[in-house]
């Protein structure tokens, strides 16, 4: 992705209703915990092997 994207994607985000944009981090957040416990999960089983 180009940075003529990205900034156009920033202003669509920008434009988004505050409740939208706050559900919209709390969302991020979450996958990011996830994801983290995904790679300690991953880590663990490669540590068995």
Do not use: C, W, Y
Request: glycine share 2%; no cysteine.
């Amino acid at each position: 992705m180009d940075h003529a994207e990205e900034v156009k994607k920033a202003f669509i985000l920008k434009d988004l209703p505050e409740k939208t944009q706050k559900q919209l981090g709390e969302l991020a957040e979450i996958i990011a915990l996830i994801m983290l416990i995904n790679l300690q999960n991953l880590a663990s089983v490669l540590r068995l092997d």
